[in-house]
Each structure stands twice: as structure tokens, then as C-alpha cells.
């Protein structure tokens, strides 16, 4: 069936340079040919001789192929005939709804140059089609509202640069082999499964540029590899809610080097090239004609911040050296240190006695804590403010988030500290049909509430608020953009704190259940704090494919170590 339909396409008037890319496989001879051709009415009738041959093809199947025609018709360039589709009326409705869904008029082909006029895009709803909710970031605040949204009454369009949610506490875990990568990793169509299957909701993979509230509208521009493959090409989605989840980036507090020669501990990639570089250390470290100082600076792990990122990935340095360095690298197991560098104390938000404990433990461990701050970071030192030189191999940067430069060049009103300002209802007050949660948002100062910190709970809190605020909106007939104005929101976000957890490493961690530091509750420490953690956790992962895999991964480095190959 394919090498016919390939036969008859070969002698028309729109020119390809790349046969590969044609959805239906063509002959032999057909490949062989440097440039083919393709009409767009014959384009028509082999959507026709497809439906007619299969005599149950599905939808999905049927729609990618038409979607796959449409894409080759519009990478065509220098044509004889006008560049716009005109769909034939008779073809079937379930495989023209979603072309007239998209205002894309020309796609570049690779290596072109790109087109002014090449702007793809998600046009305006219609008053009788489901209203768009467009959500911009895949984190715990956003991903946790696509969870909970009602997808009878909105499509859902996630804007984004990764495709997945990252279960961030045990993202450290991951660095040393405890875990996998994947196991941290929730893919966005799992989460929201309208993404993958229903018509009107989509995931982009692109960064969001601007947004036009008085149009509705979001620019964004979509994420590639680089040069070998397309150039970044921008396109704009119309809206008829908007929620703004993007997030927040390092902070470095604009000291020289960091971005340069630390590496960041926020997403999985961070973590993939943190294991990388230590186990190339670890390596390079035994190979013949190194000298005892390359040596020993190659194997000095050094992590900025004494927050919970920096201590748990402390913890986990520290057990992976003790149980699977001393084992397997017996050769230089005494050259390997780990170096803690706070400007103040130790998990600041903890009660004073957990922090004890913790800075106890930690040093039993082997890491050594130093007080400072740090002035200078270069190729293998860091400075402190007092003169003292640090030197490492491996330089983990954790010292808290800032807003990023999008919510910073966003023409809203701002939170203390540069985060877009919301009010008790999480909504964008300047604006209409603009709501923002997360580390992105903050309470504006009229409101009397103070700005929440960066917590994943914090984010996921908001994000389950604003999918159930949502979903009354749409319930009450206000989905559409401009028609909530006169509905009655529910009762206002209260955020309570549940309390904090840490893993210090060697099967010890810290779990305070106060609501906050001048507050009294459960504190504790050791081995059943420990339990409670992993306990915890475990049942907060997103899935329970995830939750499978974590299981798994504990159970094996318990049993066989961690996996110290370097893949």
C-alpha cells in the first residue's frame, strides 16, 4: 500500500529536497531521485486512497498522517502555485479539525534563513469551542493545576522547555546513583493525559517571550538542539486563561565565575552532568602520571549553600564515598573530601536542635562545614571574602532562586522581590484572565500577606487552588476570554505550612512539623526521622510508575550499592 501511494506522487509541481521526510514510504526508485515532487490536490486524493484501502484505520493514525502531508506541503519553498492549502470541503471533518485549529502559514526548511512572515501559531477560540487554558511551565505549580484541571470544560495548552515535571527532593539522589534519572522524571503527558489524546490540547516545547494581555495572546519561541537542526522560530498561542508557572532561576548574586564553573542542582540534566563530572574525577584521578596536587583538587567536591539542597546532596556525597568510593576506588579513597560552604547557619529554617544535629552528623560523616562567603570562582578555586582559597574538582552551586529574566521583563505589578504580584485569588490584578503561581508569583504588598517561600509545596498548594478555581469558572459559564468578570470567586488561597523534612546521609534525617520557626511542634531526629522521609516521599511521587521505579532503586542500592558506571 505504501509504494503505491509513493508511485503516485512522483510527477507533480511541488519540489522537496528531502524524500525521507515525505510520510508515506516511497520505491526505491522514488528515494533515488534528488528531487521530487508532490501537488497539493494529489496531496487530497492520497488522503482518500488511505482511507479507502484500510478498511478500519484509526483516528489518531489517519489524523497524524494528514498532519504529516499538511507539514510537508508548508516546508516546500520556491513553488509555482500559492504557498495556502485551500482543504478540499469533502474531506472528512475528523481530519481537517485540527488544520483549521492552527494559523501556520510557512515552516522554513533547516538551514534556511528564516522567514519575517513566519509565524505559526494557536488562533482564537470560538464562543461555541471549549476555552483555552494556556500554562506556562512544567513544574510542581503548574503541572499540579494540568493534574486537576477539568478537561471536559478547558483544553489545555502547556508551554515549555522540558517535557516532563522533576520530583526536585530527590533530585540529589540521583547525582551518586541512588536513583535513576528517570525515576524522577514524570513525563507532562502522563500527568494530563488530554495533552496526548484530545484535538484542542497541546505541549509546545519553547520558551515563553512576552505576553499581550490586552489581545490575549502569548509569544513564545520554540526550543532546538542548536544548528544541526532548526533554528528557533517564534509563534504565538491566543489564550482564554493564562497561567503563568515558569518558575525561578539560580541566584549566583552576581558573583563572578559561578555560571562559568558551578554547576546548578535544579533540573535533571544538572544532575546527569553532576554525575558525569564526578565519576570522570574519580577516574582520571588513578590514571599513571598525575601529580598528587591534580589529584587531590580533582577530588574535592565543594557544595555552596547550607540549605536543604546543599545539605541532602552533602549527605548523599558523603554516603556514596563511604559505602561504594572506599570499595571501588580503593586507590584513592583517602584523596576524596566533601567541603560545605554556608554564609550563616546551616538549614536556617529548622529548629535550633535539628541544625545541631545535622552539623554533628554531617562532620561525623566527613564533610567539612566552612563558614564564609564567597568573593571570587575560578577554573579550580573559590575565594572567600576572607582570602582563603578553596580548591575543587567539583563545584555544586545551591544558594536559593531569583525571578527569572521573563517575569522580570513582564510589564506586571510586582511582589517584594521581583516576583509578578497576585492577590488572594492568585490572579494577576492589573490584567483580565492572567493568573501566576509558584516561585514566579508573589502577594502584592495591598494585599497584607507576605510573599511564600520557594517550596515545592507551596507551588503544588497553588497549583491544586487554581485548577479548582478554574473549574468553577468554566462550571459558571466564564471560561471564555473576558467572561469572568462578574462571577464570584470561591473563598481566597491560605497557604499552611505542613512542615520540613532533610536527609543528612548514613540512614539519618530531619522532619519538623512546625509551622513555623517561632511555632512549637514535632521535631525529630535519626533513624526514624529517616524512615518518615523516605516514607513520605515515596508517596509523593507524581505516578506510581515513578513510585515503582524509586522502590526499586533503593532496593537494589541497598542491596548490590550504587551504579558507578559512567554512561
Known amino acids: 500500500m505504501h509504494y503505491l501511494l509513493g508511485f503516485g506522487v512522483r510527477q507533480e509541481t511541488?519540489?522537496?529536497l528531502q524524500p525521507q521526510l515525505c510520510p508515506i514510504s516511497p520505491s526505491?526508485?522514488?528515494?533515488?531521485?534528488?528531487?521530487?515532487?508532490?501537488?497539493?490536490?494529489?496531496?487530497?486524493?492520497?488522503?482518500?486512497?488511505?482511507?479507502?484501502?484500510?478498511?478500519?484505520?484509526?483516528?489518531?493514525?489517519?489524523?497524524?498522517?494528514?498532519?504529516?502531508?499538511?507539514?510537508?506541503?508548508?516546508?516546500?519553498?520556491?513553488?509555482?502555485?500559492?504557498?495556502?492549502?485551500?482543504?478540499n470541503s469533502s474531506l472528512p471533518l475528523a481530519l481537517t479539525?485540527?488544520?483549521?485549529?492552527?494559523?501556520?502559514?510557512?515552516?522554513?526548511?533547516?538551514?534556511?534563513?528564516?522567514?519575517?512572515?513566519?509565524?505559526?501559531?494557536?488562533?482564537?477560540?470560538?464562543?461555541?469551542?471549549?476555552?483555552?487554558?494556556?500554562?506556562?511551565?512544567?513544574?510542581?505549580?503548574?503541572?499540579?493545576?494540568?493534574?486537576?484541571?477539568?478537561?471536559?470544560?478547558?483544553?489545555?495548552?502547556?508551554?515549555s522547555p522540558r517535557n516532563h515535571m522533576v520530583f526536585t527532593p530527590l533530585l540529589a539522589s540521583t547525582c551518586?546513583?541512588?536513583?535513576?534519572?528517570?525515576?524522577?522524571?514524570?513525563?507532562?503527558?502522563?500527568?494530563?493525559?488530554?495533552?496526548?489524546?484530545?484535538?484542542?490540547?497541546y505541549f509546545f516545547l519553547a520558551n515563553c517571550t512576552g505576553v499581550d494581555p490586552d489581545n490575549h495572546v502569548v509569544r513564545c519561541q520554540a526550543v532546538t538542539d542548536g544548528t544541526d537542526t532548526l533554528d528557533p522560530w517564534d509563534f504565538e498561542i491566543s489564550y482564554d486563561k493564562l497561567v503563568i508557572a515558569g518558575g525561578a532561576q539560580p541566584s549566583t548574586f552576581g558573583i563572578k565565575?559561578?555560571?562559568?564553573?558551578?554547576?546548578?542542582?535544579?533540573?535533571?540534566?544538572?544532575?546527569?552532568?553532576?554525575?558525569?563530572?564526578?565519576?570522570?574525577?574519580?577516574?582520571?584521578?588513578?590514571v599513571p602520571g598525575i601529580t598528587e596536587e591534580e589529584k587531590t583538587t580533582l577530588l574535592r567536591c565543594v557544595v555552596v549553600g547550607g540549605g536543604p539542597t546543599g545539605v541532602e546532596f552533602s549527605g548523599e556525597l558523603s554516603d556514596?564515598?563511604?559505602?561504594?568510593?572506599?570499595?571501588?576506588?580503593?586507590?584513592?579513597?583517602?584523596?576524596?573530601?566533601?567541603?560545605?560552604?554556608?554564609?550563616?547557619?546551616?538549614?536556617?529554617?529548622?529548629?535550633?536542635?535539628?541544625?545541631?544535629?545535622?552539623?554533628?552528623?554531617?562532620?561525623?560523616?566527613?564533610?567539612?562545614?566552612?563558614h564564609g562567603v564567597v568573593k571570587d570562582v575560578q577554573p579550580h578555586k573559590i575565594i572567600l571574602n576572607d582570602g582563603t582559597d578553596v580548591p575543587y574538582g567539583l563545584l555544586v552551586w545551591s544558594t536559593g532562586v531569583i525571578p527569572s529574566d521573563f517575569v522580570r521583563n513582564l510589564e506586571f505589578p510586582k511582589s517584594?522581590?521581583?516576583?509578578?504580584?497576585?492577590?488572594?485569588?492568585?490572579?494577576?490584578?492589573?490584567?483580565?484572565?492572567?493568573?501566576?503561581?509558584?516561585?514566579?508569583?508573589?502577594?502584592?504588598?495591598s494585599t497584607g500577606k507576605h510573599v511564600l517561600p520557594a517550596l515545592a509545596q507551596v507551588a503544588e498548594r497553588q497549583g491544586k487552588y487554581l485548577a479548582n478555581q478554574l473549574n468553577m469558572i468554566g462550571k459558571a459559564g466564564g471560561g471564555h476570554a473576558n467572561a469572568a468578570k462578574d462571577i464570584e470567586l470561591g473563598a481566597p488561597f491560605v497557604y499552611k505550612h505542613m512542615g520540613s523534612m532533610a536527609s543528612i546521609g548514613s540512614y539519618?534525617?530531619?522532619?519538623?512539623?512546625?509551622?513555623?520557626?517561632?511555632?512549637?511542634?514535632?521535631?525529630?531526629?535519626?533513624?526514624?526521622?529517616?524512615?518518615?522521609?523516605?516514607?513520605?516521599?515515596?508517596?509523593?511521587?507524581?505516578?506510581?510508575?515513578?513510585?515503582?521505579y524509586v522502590a526499586i532503586n533503593w532496593a537494589t542500592t541497598f542491596v548490590f550499592g550504587r551504579d558507578i558506571s559512567r554512561l
Open 176 to 201: 551518586v546513583g541512588t536513583l535513576e534519572f528517570r525515576s524522577v522524571a514524570e513525563p507532562v503527558r502522563r500527568i494530563q493525559p488530554a495533552i496526548a489524546r484530545e484535538p484542542g490540547s
Open 508 to 548: 539519618k534525617a530531619l522532619v519538623d512539623l512546625r509551622q513555623s520557626k517561632e511555632a512549637k511542634g514535632i521535631a525529630m531526629a535519626g533513624f526514624a526521622s529517616w524512615f518518615i522521609w523516605r516514607s513520605a516521599y515515596l508517596t509523593r511521587v507524581i505516578s506510581w510508575r515513578n513510585r515503582f
Open 97 to 159: 479539525a485540527s488544520f483549521w485549529r492552527f494559523s501556520t502559514q510557512s515552516q522554513a526548511v533547516a538551514g534556511s534563513q528564516p522567514d519575517a512572515s513566519r509565524y505559526a501559531g494557536l488562533r482564537p477560540t470560538n464562543p461555541d469551542e471549549k476555552p483555552r487554558v494556556v500554562v506556562v511551565g512544567s513544574g510542581w505549580a503548574g503541572c499540579r493545576l494540568m493534574k486537576g484541571i477539568d478537561t471536559q470544560r478547558y483544553d489545555v495548552v502547556c508551554v
Open 257 to 286: 565565575g559561578v555560571k562559568e564553573h558551578a554547576i546548578f542542582l535544579r533540573e535533571v540534566h544538572h544532575a546527569q552532568e553532576i554525575r558525569r563530572k564526578l565519576l570522570l574525577n574519580l577516574m582520571m584521578s588513578e
Open 14 to 16: 511541488i519540489s522537496f
Open 320 to 370: 556514596f564515598i563511604i559505602k561504594d568510593v572506599h570499595q571501588k576506588y580503593a586507590h584513592i579513597k583517602d584523596y576524596i573530601h566533601v567541603t560545605l560552604i554556608e554564609a550563616n547557619e546551616i538549614l536556617s529554617s529548622f529548629d535550633d536542635r535539628l541544625r545541631k544535629y545535622a552539623t554533628k552528623q554531617l562532620v561525623k560523616s566527613g564533610v567539612r562545614l566552612v
Open 416 to 445: 517584594p522581590g521581583g516576583r509578578i504580584g497576585v492577590d488572594e485569588w492568585l490572579r494577576v490584578p492589573s490584567v483580565q484572565d492572567v493568573f501566576s503561581i509558584g516561585d514566579c508569583s508573589g502577594f502584592l504588598e
Open 28 to 87: 526505491p526508485s522514488l528515494l533515488s531521485r534528488e528531487r521530487e515532487t508532490i501537488s497539493v490536490t494529489e496531496i487530497h486524493i492520497l488522503v482518500y486512497i488511505y482511507i479507502y484501502i484500510d478498511s478500519d484505520p484509526p483516528a489518531s493514525k489517519g489524523m497524524a498522517w494528514f498532519r504529516s502531508i499538511i507539514k510537508l506541503s508548508t516546508l516546500t519553498r520556491q513553488s509555482s502555485i500559492n504557498p495556502k492549502l485551500e482543504i
